[in-house]
């Protein structure tokens, strides 16, 4: 899901909220801090409601989730104190804490639980429990969850789905949120601030600092005020990564957020999309164009001139995972690729562009136009698919108009998840056009067929084969239905008294992930 686009004015504003941070030194302060100002990340549009996105990719920091992973992302409990799985896997028994509270005092009990589910079977949001069956009450502490068919993933609501209160949620939820996590709201002052306090009311370990202020700036804003000492920490990408400011360190994180290219698996079709767009791409349609590009494309290289260093190559969307694929990378094959494109019938024309039955190996690359970082992937891909003689064409713009082509050409997507369910929403055939997910329409029963039965396994671990070797049809080896390029390193700006303790294999960007390790936040100076 986008988030909200950065105002045009964004720097102005920033420099008046910088200006005034400063009476107040950050980054330089002497003294043992009780407050922090971050600019970490883009503004949620929807707000700060769970049901409408908030914390899918990090933690939801107002709320609490039943339970949560720890730096080595092992499930460990929250909220939750047991929770089991029938044998027939349609019904999961939660038991909660008895000494949870919301910030506004009142009581967290199964009953808010429940509530929360059901609101999200039927939410507007990104969520999707369309499994669930029911949640049910059975006492203060104890939820039944029915399910309409074995669902393993499912069990990845408790680890991402904040809990709301049912006594006063409503519309305006995601503008003032009321949760049981670390910190209570205070302010938000869209497109420019949230002011969030530690929540008294928190039944887990109290952060350290009492009080954090997250802007809302743009990338060269952000390093400004970094630049400025107005912020103990800053998000960078990668272009600006390599010389932070006096007092600070840099900190790159290893995530599973990659970036890859969209391959249009449908030749083109005379229906439209459910949005009213074209459907599929006469040259991506086409294997062997998807695997020249595969084995075609220098990722190490693409890691170097798009990233500055601040990644790795990516051959799948899950790599490093219990779940990718068991063999899902190759060798960057230039010469390999030239002759796949010649076997197929590829053939050279005078300008160098490739063309076969009429048509030329010709294709936009669209990114989002306010993200550097995509830009200089889409463009630096484009100089590497031309020695194949495929002619790409980097093209910026806003994600509406992204959505309206997006089916039918390439783009810069982005995704990471902690969750084997990310493939499901990439791959499965019956999620073709919903949304952003499966936005190439890929199709493949056999690849449906192995999902099926990993989500009827017993447990989530004996699921992860069946999801691996799923990657053997969809893959670099299979279909290709893909060109994952980069896993980014998140890289941060952080003060040099600022300890982040030890922190997780991050997912993608959205939604803060750093914050996941917030209650290990320290600060060292005296």
């Given amino acids: 899901m986008p988030e909200r686009q950065s105002n045009p004015f964004s720097h102005i504003v920033a420099l008046g909220v910088f200006a005034a941070l400063a009476i107040a030194p950050a980054a330089g302060f002497s003294a043992p801090k009780t407050s922090l100002v971050l600019a970490i990340g883009g503004e949620p549009e929807t707000g700060f409601d769970p049901l409408l996105g908030w914390g899918a990719y990090g933690h939801p920091l107002f709320q609490s989730t039943l339970l949560r992973r720890d730096a080595d992302l092992a499930i460990q409990p929250d909220l939750a104190t047991e929770w089991h799985l029938s044998e027939d896997r349609l019904t999961w028994t939660v038991t909660i804490r008895d000494d949870a509270r919301f910030s506004d005092g009142t009581p967290l009990t199964a009953r808010d639980v429940a509530f929360t589910f059901e609101q999200g079977k039927t939410s507007a949001g990104g969520l999707d429990l369309s499994v669930l069956e029911s949640a049910s009450v ?164 693409i890691v170097e001139v798009a990233l500055h260093g601040h990644g790795a190559p990516a051959w799948g969307p899950a790599d490093g995972l219990p779940w990718q694929g068991r063999d899902d990378s190759l060798s960057f094959d230039l010469a390999g690729a030239k002759r796949l494109l010649d076997e197929a019938g590829w053939v050279e024309g005078k300008d160098g562009i490739r063309v076969k039955d009429g048509i030329r190996a ?45 089916h039918a050409e390439p783009v810069v997507f982005g995704f990471g998840s902690h969750s084997p369910y990310q493939l499901f929403a990439l791959y499965d055939g019956a999620l073709a056009g919903v949304e952003y997910l499966n936005p190439t329409y890929y199709a493949n029963p056999r690849v449906d067929a192995l999902f099926a039965e990993a989500q009827a396994a017993p447990s989530l671990e004996q699921s992860y084969p069946l999801w691996s070797a799923a990657a053997a049809e969809y893959g670099v080896r299979g279909n290709a239905a893909w060109a994952w390029l980069v896993n980014l390193d998140h890289v941060y700006f952080v003060g040099e008294c600022l300890d982040l303790g030890r922190t997780q294999v991050e997912p993608h960007g959205h939604g803060w992930p750093i914050t996941a390790s917030l209650a290990e936040w320290t600060w060292t100076c005296p």
């Avoid at 009080?211 to 912020?231: C, H, I, S």
């Avoid at 009213?276 to 040259?283: D, H, Q, R, S, T």
């Fill in 138 to 301: 059975i006492d203060d502490r104890t939820v039944v969850f029915r399910l309409k068919k074995p669902w393993i993933t499912f069990v990845e609501n408790f680890l991402t789905l904040g809990i709301l209160p049912a006594a006063s949620y409503g519309p305006d939820y995601g503008r003032h949120p009321i949760g049981s996590g670390p910190y209570r709201f205070v302010s938000w002052r869209e497109g420019e601030q949230l002011i969030v306090e530690r929540n008294p009311e928190y039944y887990g370990k109290q952060p350290a600092f009492e009080r954090l202020t997250f802007l809302f700036t743009g990338e060269a804003a952000g390093l400004a005020a970094a630049q400025a000492g107005a912020v103990d920490m800053v998000s960078v990408p990668a272009p600006l990564a390599g010389n932070p400011p006096e007092k600070f360190r840099a900190v790159p994180v290893p995530t599973v957020d990659n970036r890859g290219l969209s391959l249009p698996f449908l030749p083109p079709q005379d229906e439209l999309s459910p949005a009213g767009g074209k459907l599929g791409n006469a040259v991506t349609s086409d294997k062997a164009i998807r695997q020249a590009i595969n084995i075609g494309l220098d990722r190490e290289a």
């Fill in 362 to 406: 010709a294709f936009p690359i669209h990114y989002p136009a306010s993200d550097s970082t995509r830009q200089m992937l889409a463009e630096t891909t484009a100089e590497l698919l031309r020695p194949l003689g495929i002619e790409a064409t980097p093209k910026g713009g806003s994600w509406s108009s992204i959505e309206k082509v997006m």
